[in-house]
């Protein structure tokens, strides 16, 4: 039986954090035997937002470092930087042509950001399009990311539907494969919002995967609870806090919710449950760290990896771009 086909992405934006780890990237590495696995280092979607052109080039490469430390395996996962498959932006443009403007204007991440910005680049409003074009060229079927992402895997799923309306049977129809753990890890200062790589700066907000353990203890230490002291899992807002730490345990420890309570049914208040959480989080990420300083200390190797890398991801989105200029008219090369 031939395997399913799993794509996803990851910004080199700076500061991945635990967020982005236990909702996305430990899933990644945990399943990527039982599938055909493309990784992608979105550095084009970066651009959307005003980048210093240095430190994104230095954070493209210490994330997919950090990605190889995780544990995704280069003979079991295609991993690759987007910007190497010149393929994605030219499916781009050819997605965009059949993609209704009003489709991007309804995108609710487009709504928060462009909200917050003085200026807004249309490559923001084509952020998704291109997102689209990174998923439909390797005709995935599984598209495994945070909740977050639902929205835009959505409009990948409408663009595929209506190219094939148009043109004839082209895409694979992909799916948003969300796990119902760590799919929206909470920010430790204010469980309200969602830990996100663009406040992971601010003191206390998140664990950065590089973080030494005594500042992830303090983190974990100075993080928002309430004033009870019932260690249990619930959506009640006011216990935000707690959830978002006991679900944190649940996805690094792969324990039940019941095993996970039973473990703080003697816990003395949150101090204990904080410094346990802490310790469980240390271990998780002391391998990956060291992993990642040897990996950054060889960049000849690394870029061996990543060239290979973009190798294998060509070998599959070439002849699909080729396909999808051909449905809709150009003169292929001959
Ligand atoms: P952020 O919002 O944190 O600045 P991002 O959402 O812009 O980051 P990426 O860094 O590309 O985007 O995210 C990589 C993966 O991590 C995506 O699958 C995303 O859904 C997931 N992710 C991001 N933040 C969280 C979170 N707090 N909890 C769970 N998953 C997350
Ligand atoms: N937009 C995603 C990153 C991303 C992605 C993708 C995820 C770009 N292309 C294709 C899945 C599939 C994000 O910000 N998390």
């Given at each position: 039986?031939?395997?399913?086909?799993?794509?996803?992405?990851?910004?080199?934006?700076?500061?991945?954090?635990?967020?982005?780890?236990?909702?996305?990237?430990?899933?990644?590495?945990?399943?990527?035997?039982?599938?055909?696995?493309?990784?992608?280092?979105?550095?084009?979607?970066?651009?959307?937002v005003?980048?210093?052109?240095?430190?994104?080039?230095?954070?493209?490469?210490?994330?997919?470092?950090?990605l190889?430390?995780?544990?995704?395996?280069?003979?079991?996962?295609?991993l690759?930087?987007?910007?190497?498959?010149?393929?994605?932006?030219?499916?781009?443009?050819?997605?965009n042509?059949?993609?209704?403007?009003?489709?991007?204007?309804?995108?609710?991440q487009?709504?928060?950001?462009a909200?917050?910005?003085?200026?807004?680049?249309t490559?923001?409003?084509?952020?998704?399009?291109?997102?689209?074009?990174?998923?439909?060229?390797?005709d995935?079927?599984?598209v495994?990311?945070?909740?977050?992402?639902?929205?835009?895997?959505?409009?990948?799923?409408?663009?595929?539907?209506?190219?094939?309306?148009?043109?004839?049977?082209?895409?694979?129809?992909?799916?948003?494969?969300?796990?119902?753990?760590?799919?929206?890890?909470?920010?430790?200062?204010?469980?309200?919002?969602?830990?996100?790589?663009?406040?992971?700066?601010?003191?206390?907000?998140a664990?950065?995967m590089?973080?030494?353990?005594?500042?992830i203890?303090?983190?974990?230490?100075?993080?928002?609870?309430?004033?009870?002291?019932?260690?249990?899992?619930?959506?009640?807002p006011?216990?935000?806090?707690?959830?978002?730490?006991?679900?944190?345990?649940?996805?690094?420890?792969?324990?039940?919710?019941?095993?996970?309570?039973?473990?703080?049914?003697?816990?003395?208040?949150?101090?204990?449950?904080?410094?346990?959480?802490?310790?469980v989080?240390?271990?998780?990420?002391?391998?990956?760290?060291?992993?990642?300083?040897?990996?950054?200390?060889?960049?000849a190797?690394?870029?061996?990896?990543?060239?290979?890398?973009?190798?294998?991801?060509?070998?599959?989105?070439?002849?699909?771009?080729?396909?999808?200029?051909?449905?809709?008219?150009?003169?292929?090369?001959?």
């Open positions: 039986m031939t395997k399913k086909r799993v794509f996803s992405g990851i910004q080199p934006s700076g500061n991945m954090h635990l967020g982005n780890y236990l909702g996305a990237v430990k899933r990644w590495v945990e399943r990527q035997a039982e599938k055909e696995n493309f990784f992608c280092v979105v550095d084009l979607h970066t651009l959307t005003p980048q210093d052109p240095e430190a994104l080039r230095q954070e493209t490469r210490s994330l997919t470092a950090l190889f430390a995780a544990g995704l395996d280069p003979d079991k996962s295609i690759f930087i987007q910007s190497h498959v010149s393929a994605h932006a030219e499916c781009c443009w050819l997605l042509c059949v993609t209704p403007l009003g489709w991007l204007e309804r995108m609710t487009y709504k928060d950001k909200g917050k910005q003085e200026s807004v680049s490559g923001l409003l084509d952020y998704p399009v291109l997102m689209a074009s990174d998923i439909l060229l390797y995935a079927h599984e495994p990311v945070g909740e977050d992402q639902k929205q835009h895997v959505e409009l990948a799923r409408d663009i595929a539907q209506r190219f094939n309306h148009l043109f004839g049977e082209t895409f694979v129809i992909p799916e948003p494969v969300i796990s119902e753990a760590g799919a929206r890890v909470m920010a430790l200062n204010d469980p309200a919002v969602k830990m996100s790589k663009s406040e992971a700066h601010v003191r206390g907000h664990v950065r590089l973080d030494e353990p005594a500042e203890e303090r983190a974990f230490k100075r993080a928002v609870t309430d004033s009870g002291k019932e260690v249990r899992f619930s959506d009640d006011a216990k935000a806090g707690v959830n978002n730490l006991l679900e944190i345990y649940r996805v690094i420890t792969g324990k039940g919710k019941e095993e996970v309570e039973a473990d703080f049914a003697h816990a003395r208040g949150y101090g204990d449950l904080k410094k346990r959480v802490a310790e989080v240390i271990e998780e990420l002391r391998p990956i760290r060291e992993r990642y300083n040897v990996l950054m200390q060889d960049p190797a690394l870029d061996r990896l990543l060239a290979r890398g973009a190798e294998q991801a060509r070998a599959v989105a070439e002849p699909k771009l080729r396909e999808i200029q051909g449905r809709v008219g150009l003169v292929l090369p001959g």
